[in-house]
């Protein structure tokens, strides 16, 4: 399905396709420059193909399933790979797939800037992303017109308060974690309007009272995948209230509603806006207590710290997490996945025990 | 204050001297009356008691720095020179970590990071300096509680997620200099990112500290750091001779100079010594081991804890280290240094680093090292800890085999945490390694 919708964009709109590794990078100007965005997270499952050696098993399995995925030779419908700079394990591969083979065509990088907002990053974000543009117009062979990125970034702040909007009363949405999440995670590779028009929908099916009962969580990770997860909790009593990961709500920029006339500036003032997250080395203690707000804005019960093995950026800010939530005496529980197809029966266990101990007002594990 | 700063200042200027040089007198005691012992090595570099004197004077000056000077943490691969032009007293938590590694602390010491929460498959050294924040233990007495924290991201992202819990665990400002990752050439746009950074890091440091940069001081900072890693450069550069004199293994010690004192005369008088008597070395015919067969090139960090046996067992069957990739990565910014351009230099020196590079830059490099020491084969240590180096590893040994028609180990272990290694396993390792030599 989605093989045939790329082939569409493709044939039907003369749309390039970059395939994107995660997460951050300035999706306006793809798509003011008519290039379709398809993000690669896993594809979930064993790893496969001779490739998969070519980095050590001790590296995130985001990075090897990309390897063994991109240099396995089932890339071959995009035009470009698009590496952000979000991780030591991304940059390597960033180098190993173009230097070392797996790779010949165009790649394109986005060097965000690491740490808080300071004069100097600024300056550099504006830089980079005026570079990263011009990668885009290489690659495209077209121009990029003001008008064209105005739209973008319109269309970009309209999807934002919507998922915003989504995500915050997701009580009242009468359908389960999984569907709503399948949906959300679509935009990882539709056309930004295409997903618009769905996210349009799931906000229409929004009703003025609660849906939801049960055990409120709060989630916080880099992907939710393996996407079972939802199922389990949902089964074990629990619904999803908040969300902290890297790939959904990390990604929506609270700016929308006062973003600068000029669109540059209003690119690089919705990359600031975003909330924290460990690969943008955002502040911890800032991290810290925009999690805590999170949670108690939306009453959760507990946190479940959901993290990919291995992702170094994501397993440096647990303890602090950890720390302060227990000094809240909110349950918290860590757990960890390797993009599987599946969850397996023990970590279902341990999420199914988790979700009574919260409803009991219980304490971490 | 005053009495911190009259204690700083014996244990600078007499303590710490007069301690060492009892321990240099005991030393020449023991070693009068010790029978010399029989070993692979060549006799050991006079130098050798100096580098410990240095080293071990700079951490017990160390204990009495905070309250009598600016203390700042930095990164290895972070500007320091701003720092020293300021008088600031500089500590390396990398370097605090490998020193806990060789004395087997890291598993003791670490597990009060793991303890609060920190998982046991991030970098061992971010483990062990956080452990040892938490627990105050560490095998230097004291380290001195920082003004200020440090990092550049030239060498990993890792340091910075590392140096966000330091800044949060000791409650300290933490300045950033972020260096974009080179892919090919770096770009204009990225080394004014870092220049700036650097002016916004000189304005925190004088800030906190309550000092003026003096322009004059910082150029002589950055001219002898410039000597410092020429002269680093030229020692290891003495290896290409046959027998090697040293061995790469002395390398990762003799290494802590120029980390961590870069900038100052002592380290540029300390390498003036080492070359010499390296150079003096090379004349007399004498090795770093004593029966050199085989020449190795070592990749990535060393694994600390086990460098003496892997060392001996080594240099037993005739094989010397006699370069590393490691050991080169601090010679090679020796050309980039512009004491007339402190910042617009250091932008670039700092940005042009070994790790900071793509794979092709690496693989390069190693093949230029292979070449002109005349190595026969290569072990990589393949480090569960540091990703970043390890990366693209499995690709290189392909290269360096096919290219160079040498053989090369890819040996997986841990740079600083014993707990994840097994001893025996790496051993046999190495061991079968070595006898694929004499087919
Ligand atoms: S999961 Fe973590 S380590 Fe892996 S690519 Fe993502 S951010 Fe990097
Ligand atoms: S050992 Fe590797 S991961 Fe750890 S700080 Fe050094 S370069 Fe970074």
Request: aromatic share 8%; glycine share 6%; hydrophobic share 40%.
């Amino acid at each position: 399905m989605r093989k045939e919708y790329i082939d569409r964009q493709k044939r039907e709109f003369g749309r390039k396709v970059v395939i994107s590794l995660p997460i951050h990078y300035p999706k306006e100007i793809l798509t003011a420059l008519d290039v379709l965005c398809v993000e690669l997270w896993g594809p979930p499952g064993e790893i496969s193909g001779n490739q998969a050696g070519r980095i050590q098993t001790y590296v995130c399995p985001v990075v090897r399933k990309a390897l063994a995925f991109i240099a396995g030779g089932h890339a071959s419908e995009a035009d470009a790979l698009l590496f952000p700079h979000t991780c030591d394990s991304i940059q390597g591969l960033a180098s190993l797939l173009p230097d070392f083979g797996g790779w010949n065509g165009p790649v394109l990088r986005f060097i965000h800037p690491k740490g808080e907002r300071r004069a100097s990053s600024e300056v550099y974000l504006v830089r980079e992303i005026e570079a990263f543009i011009a990668q885009v117009e290489t690659l495209t062979g077209k121009k990029l017109e003001p008008a064209r990125l105005s739209s973008a970034v319109k269309l970009h702040a309209e999807i934002d308060a919507l998922k915003l909007r989504i995500l915050k009363l997701r009580r009242n949405i009468d359908m389960r974690d999984s569907e709503l999440y399948a949906i959300l995670r679509r935009g990882e590779w539709l056309w930004p309007e295409d997903h618009m028009a769905e996210l349009k929908e799931l906000a229409s099916k929004i009703s003025d009272k609660p849906q939801k009962k049960g055990v409120a969580l709060m989630l916080s990770g880099i992907v939710p995948e393996p996407m079972d997860i939802f199922d389990v909790l949902e089964n074990a009593g629990a619904f999803i209230v908040a969300d902290d990961y890297a790939a959904i709500g990390r990604r929506i920029s609270s700016s929308s509603a006062e973003l600068p006339d000029n669109p540059l500036q209003a690119v690089i003032e919705r990359y600031f806006a975003l909330p924290p997250c460990s690969t943008r080395s955002s502040d911890l203690a800032g991290r810290v207590e925009y999690l805590t707000g999170l949670y108690s804005q939306n009453g959760a019960a507990g946190l479940v710290l959901h993290n990919v093995k291995f992702c170094e950026p994501e397993m440096f800010d647990v303890a602090m997490i950890k720390k302060r939530f227990a000094a809240m005496n909110s349950p918290v529980l860590y757990v960890e996945t390797e993009l599987e197809k599946q969850l397996s029966g023990q970590l279902s266990t341990r999420l199914e025990a988790f979700v009574e101990m919260a409803s009991k007002g219980g304490e971490s594990e | 204050m005053i009495t911190r700063k009259i204690q700083y200042q014996m244990a600078k200027r007499a303590v710490g001297p007069f301690l060492m040089a009892l321990d240099r007198w005991q030393s020449a005691q023991k070693s009068r009356k010790r029978k010399p012992r029989e070993t692979p090595f060549g006799p050991p570099l006079q130098s050798v008691q100096k580098l410990k004197e240095i080293m071990t004077l700079n951490y017990f000056e160390g204990r009495y720095a905070d309250g009598a000077v600016p203390v700042a943490w930095v990164t290895s691969g972070f500007p320091a020179e701003v720092f020293f032009a300021l008088g600031f007293h500089v500590v390396y938590p990398e370097n605090h970590a490998a020193l806990c590694s060789t004395r087997h602390k890291v598993p003791e010491i670490a597990e009060f990071a793991e303890r609060d929460g920190l998982s046991r498959d991030v970098c061992s050294y971010a483990r062990t300096d956080i452990g040892s924040v938490i627990s105050g233990k560490t095998p230097v007495g004291r380290l001195p509680k920082p003004d200020m924290i440090a990092c550049c991201t030239n060498i990993c992202q890792t340091v910075l997620y590392w140096y966000r819990n330091l800044a949060e665990y000791l409650n300290v400002p933490l300045v950033l200099v972020d260096t974009p990752f080179m892919y090919g050439g770096t770009r204009e746009h990225h080394l004014d990112y870092v220049s700036a950074q650097l002016g916004e890091v000189i304005e925190a440091a004088e800030r906190i500290s309550g000092r003026r940069m003096d322009a004059e001081k910082l150029a002589r900072v950055v001219e002898n750091a410039r000597d410092g890693s020429r002269l680093w450069g030229e020692c290891l550069a003495i290896s290409q001779a046959r027998p090697a004199p040293w061995t790469g293994i002395d390398t990762f010690f003799h290494i802590a100079p120029i980390v961590t004192i870069r900038g100052t005369e002592t380290c540029n008088e300390y390498y003036r010594m080492l070359k010499d008597e390296l150079t003096e070395r090379v004349k007399a015919g004498v090795g770093g081991i004593k029966n050199e067969k085989h020449r190795l090139l070592w990749d990535n960090l060393p694994i600390w804890f086990k460098v003496r046996e892997h060392s001996t067992m080594t240099a037993e069957r005739g094989f010397n280290f006699v370069c590393a990739t490691y050991s080169n990565a601090w010679a090679e910014a020796g050309d980039l240094i512009d004491p007339s351009h402190p910042l617009e230099s250091a932008a670039k020196t700092y940005t042009y680093v070994y790790l900071n590079r793509d794979l092709d830059n690496r693989l390069k490099t190693t093949v230029d090292l292979a070449k002109s020491f005349g190595v026969d084969g290569a072990v990589l240590h393949s480090d569960r800890s540091c990703k970043p180096y390890s990366v693209g590893q499995v690709d290189v040994k392909e290269r360096l085999q096919k290219d160079m028609n040498i053989r090369v180990l890819l040996l997986e272990a841990d740079h600083a945490d014993e707990r994840s290694l097994s001893g025996e396993q790496a051993e046999m390792r190495l061991l079968a390694f070595m006898e694929n030599f004499n087919d």
